[in-house]
């Protein structure tokens, strides 16, 4: 189980993010690597690393002066059985080919390899020679590229036809986020098959929109830990907020969020 999350607004996101982060964190959502990718100066700037959100992102570390931008989306990684482990190349978030993209993911892909065979015109910066191996995520990434173009820079479309391929395993798991440059003001989450996987979006006035996904554990009584995540910030009672349901994306802005069936 891996965490996500994401902000945009008018503060800078990757303070908010790292914040989130922690308690994610706290709650065993994720341990052996953590970034953050945030949009700035007409790029998207990506820092990951293995290693504790504390060890990837000290406190009083410089990360803070480089990742400044107001947008961002966040992971820390709780790695499946089938999935690569040990180096800053398996962390999330994986960038596109040509970095228009960056992306994060929760869930597993355990068709990933024949995928890949499908993807092989693209280079995979996963790509581990020793063992032969990617990570998962990162087909997705190519694939929801390949769409973008597909379909002209139609995102829910582009996103439909991703998940359309994704479901070719039922066993497949899969919350996703993404940013987009050519649309530097919205992140972008998908809400697939989760198997107790749920994504929260949430949207406070004067301070902006932000998610984290969560573990529903169906007991009755026990709180949702990744709700933790978003109390800093949001008033349940008060601010709007929606769990996502399965085959739904959320479009998250500054001001609000719009939600469209895939």
């Known amino acids: 189980m891996c965490g996500i999350c994401g902000y945009v607004g008018d503060r800078q996101a990757a303070l908010i993010l790292r914040e989130m982060l922690e308690i994610m964190e706290r709650c065993r959502l994720g341990f052996?690597?953590?970034g953050i990718a945030t949009i700035q100066d007409n790029e998207i700037v990506l820092m990951k690393d293995t290693g504790s959100v504390n060890e990837v992102f000290p406190a009083h570390?410089?990360?803070?002066?480089v990742l400044r931008g107001q947008i961002g989306i966040g992971h820390i990684r709780y790695p499946a059985k089938i999935a690569p482990v040990g180096k800053s190349k398996f962390a999330h978030p994986f960038y596109g080919c040509d970095k228009r993209i960056a992306l994060i993911h929760n869930g597993v892909i355990y068709?990933?390899?024949?995928?890949w065979r499908e993807l092989r015109h693209h280079e995979f910066s996963s790509f581990d020679e020793e063992h032969n191996k990617i990570n998962?995520?990162?087909v997705i990434v190519h694939l929801l590229e390949d769409?973008?173009?597909?379909s002209n820079g139609n995102i829910p479309k582009?996103?439909?036809k991703t998940?359309?391929?994704l479901s070719g395993n039922p066993q497949n798991m899969y919350l996703i986020a993404f940013l987009f440059l050519p649309q530097p003001s919205k992140i972008y989450v998908v809400?697939?098959?989760?198997?107790g996987r749920k994504v929260v979006v949430a949207n406070k006035r004067g301070f902006g929109s932000l998610f984290t996904s969560y573990r529903d554990y169906g007991i009755e009584g026990r709180e949702t830990l990744g709700f933790e995540a978003i109390k800093p910030y949001i008033d349940l009672n008060q601010d709007k907020f929606d769990v996502l349901p399965f085959n739904t994306l959320a479009i998250l802005t500054e001001d609000d969020y719009n939600c469209i069936s895939i």
């Open 147 to 150: 769409e973008i173009v597909n």
């Open 136 to 138: 998962d995520t990162e």
């Open 32 to 34: 052996e690597s953590a």
């Open 158 to 160: 582009a996103v439909s």
């Open 61 to 65: 570390g410089t990360w803070s002066q």
């Open 111 to 115: 068709n990933y390899e024949e995928i």
């Open 191 to 195: 809400s697939g098959r989760g198997n």
């Open 163 to 165: 998940c359309e391929r």
